[in-house]
């Protein structure tokens, strides 16, 4: 059968058509009180009564090409009833064992990082003229993704698809409800018959690389300009009509949904309308149940408008929905619903009454004299009045638009007074209290993995000392927020001791201070607020404070042979003139262990030389990426030189017999400074791409061993010179020490996720295989079950496409994240610090030893720079203003962990957090080894050690339960960190005794 599917489209190719006499495709839609069971079988009668769209042209040819239909023809079959849309899809297929199903699907997750280069279908929905465009798609195994142009990649609507793969190809059966269609707030519901729709459907074809689409287009998907049309039928020409649908205001209290119906018909209709609310998000959800009801008689060829009054009371999220029915007819024949959230009034009034406790206790321990107290005691006492007038009068009237309103405005204020008191106030408060009167400032502190925003209160702990733990070989790090207490501004000097322990000295060498920097960001479409964003880290040991807080982050490190012990010294903030204005204790707990000196962890972020040289407008010499190893490496971010720096210091020479050979000591330095910052393994590809690598040896500059000449050489086998390349080069690292047979990989492809792409994996690992047998075959985006089993040596799939059980102990993975989404841990600018933290968490969870990022140092694109080099070159380097990547989206400062400095790389808070990660993951690592040591050892284990060590080493569910649902909370990480010290502390121990007892 696929043959002749085949057939039949070669033979329509015979038709001559251009693009100016093709018209935007056009299809009517019937509809039906009926619907499907989604199994992507299709075989329910209706499907033979629906509409059949199929002739799908193949797209991005352009205006002069001449327009061809697909070779692999695609059929979709629609209908509509009065919840949703159906569309049934049969993807015809002559190399059905070739089709790309990429991403696996899983039912309940609606947001994929889909493979984009794989087999695909796209739909392209506008429901009308003013409204957004909505873009659905979908693969052979069920995975889903979607987004709406007024709410970019954030909007998930709750549409459903369920495919199959035949021998003919591959089916879809798409349920896409008119209710979902709709952005919080918004009505929307079954489309009356008449209406007409903006659609396309699209078909990415992977084993023939066409691109089809079913409303022809010149260019590819997407093209708003070339969708054609829907056009709903409904059952007769004279079915009633809903001409509008205002829900009412959508706020608590008493409420009221104008219909208006049209009845085209000569007969009167007798209709009944029903109105339903439910919280489906409420915990535990409730019910759908009705809050109105009303018939009417509609005499024919008239309009009636219909007012249906609701009340809602409670708080949180509501769906309302809104159907009509015929008495004839058993279903509705027309549905909608919109969701809307209500304020939760009696949750901010219990948050009101414990921030008015706590914020009238401080004041009235404001000391008489103190500057601002006056006004703060009015201000307060008129809030606190109007806080009291909003408690009576929710006592008598409850929830009601009128009290939220009040609660809303006192919110708001409230948040303006709490502002002043976490920074003025409570700092005052806690200064004359801890009988430091002469200080200017107090000191709160906060984990590293919490972002404290510039116009927000600030929660940080206040404090009059600075406790930190930590092993040996590990750097840890706080955040101390200085929050002035005078308006008049000072220079601070930052400073600390030596910290001492017993005849043990930490040195003060080993604790560094940064200022935290802010980026300003668009507002984006995944909830995003607009504003400055902490992350940039600016090195800095003097300050100017002035009437806002200012946000220093504390790192202190330990050397691998640091004795342990409690270390204590003083954390001191002093004037020019050397007048002391803050000080506090600083102790830190060094662990009787430490880190790995080599980490077992792998770490492949990529590092691009472009982004250098257009901002520093030099190549990367030996002495810069010196420096930026320097600075990655304390934050375990290690880098090795990619291919642009690789191929400028090799030196090709060209002997007498006419052998080519390599040079690799120009090199030297690069790896050098790499393996000395903590780089633990060597791509010997040194790029993502190994194809690339080999053209880079397809046309050479090499050199005359005998007279030192430049010469071009077109070579006859890059291939084969590339596989010199690798075996030499392998060698070369070997020779020198610094990478074992056991650390030497070759990344041979990006995201392989189509079948050419598959077919160049294949070949490229069988060139490896060749020249080097023992290095490790990787490259990101690969995973069990994809086809490439056997010739990759190191899976690294996306967290998306990582499937557990696919994987035996022995498997080598890594991890691998390109424009993550929520709800897995995402890296980007606008998410929580922790989750950066949290991803090592998951890697251990799931015994996963690497991780690929597509980069460190994303610092825009080519365009970004064209436009930087019109600016200062002041501009370039990190600012608040400076130009954020991806902003505005939800992958703001995606990549993006260093910064552009005056003097080379800046940190961001982010890597701090990475670090964190990577030393937490190595803290598990270690608890593991002790734990093997002590079964080889037949050592006797008391119960208790081995049960709490074995549940850590699990993770706790209340930390990591999966890959999407992880712990927010810093403390819990804190914690659980704390116990696997202690843990291994106590095998250490266990094993030293044992040791010396034989």
Same mark, same amino acid.
């Given at each position: 059968m696929g043959r002749i599917w085949m057939l039949l489209g070669l033979a329509v190719l015979a038709v001559t058509v251009s693009a100016e006499t093709i018209k935007p495709a056009r299809a009517f839609i019937p509809f039906f009180a009926e619907t499907v069971l989604l199994d992507g079988q299709m075989a329910e009668a209706v499907w033979q009564k629906a509409a059949r769209l199929e002739g799908f042209w193949l797209v991005g040819r352009g205006k002069a090409e001449k327009p061809t239909l697909a070779t692999q023809p695609t059929l979709v079959q629609v209908f509509y009833n009065a919840e949703a849309i159906f569309l049934g899809i049969s993807a015809r297929e002559a190399a059905v064992e070739k089709i790309n199903r990429s991403t696996p699907g899983e039912e309940g997750y609606g947001d994929a990082p889909l493979e984009w280069s794989g087999d695909l279908i796209e739909i392209f929905v506008k429901p009308g003229e003013k409204a957004p465009?909505?873009?659905?798609a979908f693969n052979p195994n069920g995975a889903r993704w979607d987004s709406s142009s007024a709410s970019s990649v954030s909007w998930s609507g709750n549409w459903q698809v369920a495919t199959r793969v035949t021998e003919e190809g591959w089916q879809a059966e798409v349920c896409l409800p008119f209710a979902c269609l709709a952005e919080r707030g918004n009505f929307a519901g079954t489309a009356n018959p008449g209406e007409c729709w903006k659609v396309n459907i699209c078909r990415a074809e992977r084993p023939f690389s066409e691109f089809s689409t079913w409303s022809y287009s010149p260019t590819l998907f997407g093209?708003?300009?070339?969708? &054609?049309?829907?056009?709903?039928? &409904?059952?007769?020409?004279?079915?009633?009509?809903?001409?509008?649908?205002?829900?009412?205001?959508?706020?608590?209290?008493?409420?009221e949904l104008t219909l208006e119906l049209d009845n085209p018909s000569g007969n009167s209709l007798e209709l009944e309308v029903v109105l339903r609310l439910s919280q489906p998000a409420a915990r535990p959800a409730v019910e759908e149940k009705d809050v109105a009801r009303e018939k009417l008689v509609l005499r024919g060829q008239s309009q009636a408008r219909l007012k249906l009054p609701y009340i809602i009371q409670q708080a949180g999220f509501h769906r309302l929905s809104c159907s009509v029915y015929l008495p004839s007819v058993p279903v509705a024949i027309f549905t909608g619903a919109v969701g809307f959230e209500i304020y939760p009034l009696p949750d901010r009034v219990r948050e009101f009454k414990e921030i008015q406790q706590e914020i009238s206790r401080c004041l009235q321990q404001v000391k008489p004299g103190t500057a601002g107290r006056a006004q703060w005691q009015k201000t307060w006492a008129g809030l606190k009045a109007e806080l009291e007038k909003l408690y009576a009068e929710v006592g008598k009237t409850g929830v009601n638009q009128s009290t939220i309103a009040e609660a809303m405005a006192l919110e708001k204020n409230l948040f303006s007074f709490r502002k002043i008191y976490t920074r003025r106030i409570r700092p005052s408060v806690w200064l004359q209290k801890s009988q430091r009167p002469g200080a200017v400032f107090a000191v709160a502190e906060e984990y590293s993995g919490v972002k404290i925003f510039q116009d927000e209160p600030v929660a940080a702990r206040l404090t009059e000392n600075v406790k930190i733990s930590l092993a040996g070989g590990e750097s840890e790090s706080r955040q101390l927020v200085l929050l002035p207490v005078i308006d008049t501004p000072v220079q601070v000097l930052v400073k600390t001791s030596d910290l001492v322990s017993g005849q043990q000295i930490l040195p003060a060498s080993q604790?560094?201070?940064?200022?935290? &920097?802010? %980026?300003?960001?668009?507002?984006?479409?995944?909830?995003?607020?607009?504003?400055?964003?902490?992350?940039?880290?600016?090195?800095v040991n003097s300050l100017d404070l002035k009437d806002e807080p200012e946000v220093i982050l504390l790192t202190v490190h330990a050397e691998r042979n640091q004795p342990a012990g409690t270390y204590r010294g003083s954390l001191s903030f002093d004037t020019p003139e050397g007048k002391p204005v803050q000080k506090l204790d600083l102790v830190v707990e060094v662990f009787p262990f430490s880190l790995p000196e080599r980490s077992p962890f792998r770490m492949d972020f990529w590092f691009s030389e472009h982004h250098i040289a257009a901002i520093y407008r030099q190549? %990367?010499?030996?002495?810069?990426?010196?420096?930026?190893?320097?600075?990655?490496?304390?934050?375990?971010?290690?880098?090795?030189?990619?291919?642009?720096?690789?191929?400028?210091?090799?030196?090709?020479?060209?002997?007498?017999?006419?052998?080519?050979?390599?040079?690799?000591?120009? %090199?030297?330095?690069? %790896?050098?400074?790499?393996?000395?910052?903590?780089?633990?393994?060597?791509?010997?590809?040194f790029t993502n791409h190994y194809q690339?690598?080999?053209?880079?040896?397809?046309?050479?500059?090499?050199?005359?061993?005998?007279? &030192?000449?430049?010469?071009?050489?077109?070579?006859?086998?890059?291939?084969?010179?590339?596989?010199?390349?690798?075996?030499?080069?392998?060698?070369?690292v070997l020779e020198r020490g610094w990478f074992t047979r056991e650390e030497i990989y070759c990344d041979v492809i990006d995201e392989p996720w189509n079948e050419p792409a598959r077919q160049a994996l294949k070949?490229?690992?069988?060139?490896?295989?060749?020249?080097?047998?023992?290095?490790?075959?990787?490259?990101?985006?690969?995973?069990?079950?994809?086809?490439?089993?056997?010739?990759i040596d190191t899976w690294v799939p996306q967290l998306r496409q990582f499937q557990p059980e696919n994987y035996q102990p022995g498997d080598e993975v890594w991890l691998y994240q390109c424009l993550y989404k929520v709800p897995f841990p995402t890296f980007t600018l606008n998410r929580p610090g922790l989750e950066v933290r949290t991803q090592f968490w998951i890697n251990w969870k799931y015994r996963i030893t690497g991780f690929l990022y597509w980069s460190s140092i994303y610092w825009g694109t080519s365009r970004d720079y064209s436009q930087l080099n019109q600016r200062p070159v002041r501009d370039f380097f990190v600012h608040p203003e400076w130009p954020v990547p991806f902003d505005g989206t939800d992958y703001v400062g995606d990549a993006l962990f260093f910064y552009p400095g005056p003097q080379g790389l800046l940190p961001g808070l982010r890597a701090v957090n990475i670090r964190d990660g990577v030393e937490d993951w190595e803290y598990l690592y270690l608890l593991g080894k002790l734990m093997e040591e002590a079964k080889k050892a037949g050592v006797a284990v008391p119960e208790e050690l081995m049960k709490e060590s074995q549940s850590l080493l699990k993770v706790p569910e209340e930390a990591v339960a999966s890959p999407r649902k992880f712990t927010d909370s810093p403390e819990m990480i804190e914690k659980t960190r704390e116990k696997v010290a202690k843990l291994i502390i106590r095998w250490g121990k266990l094993l030293s005794t044992t040791r010396r007892g034989r």
């Open positions: 465009v909505y873009h659905l093209n708003e300009s070339a969708f &054609g049309s829907f056009l709903f039928q &409904g059952r007769t020409a004279t079915d009633p009509r809903i001409r509008l649908v205002d829900p009412g205001s959508l706020l608590a209290g008493k409420n604790i560094s201070f940064h200022r935290v &920097g802010y %980026l300003r960001i668009k507002e984006a479409p995944v909830g995003t607020r607009g504003g400055y964003w902490p992350d940039p880290l600016f090195p190549p %990367l010499t030996p002495e810069f990426f010196r420096s930026c190893m320097e600075v990655m490496g304390q934050y375990r971010l290690a880098a090795y030189p990619q291919l642009p720096t690789v191929m400028r210091n090799v030196v090709i020479y060209l002997e007498n017999d006419g052998e080519l050979t390599f040079d690799f000591r120009g %090199l030297e330095p690069y %790896l050098k400074a790499a393996t000395e910052h903590g780089l633990n393994f060597i791509n010997i590809s690339s690598l080999v053209h880079q040896f397809e046309k050479i500059t090499a050199v005359r061993r005998d007279n &030192g000449e430049k010469v071009t050489i077109l070579v006859t086998s890059p291939e084969q010179l590339t596989r010199k390349f690798l075996k030499e080069v392998t060698e070369y070949k490229a690992a069988a060139a490896v295989r060749e020249a080097v047998p023992f290095a490790r075959i990787y490259g990101a985006g690969t995973y069990k079950g994809m086809g490439v089993d056997g010739f």
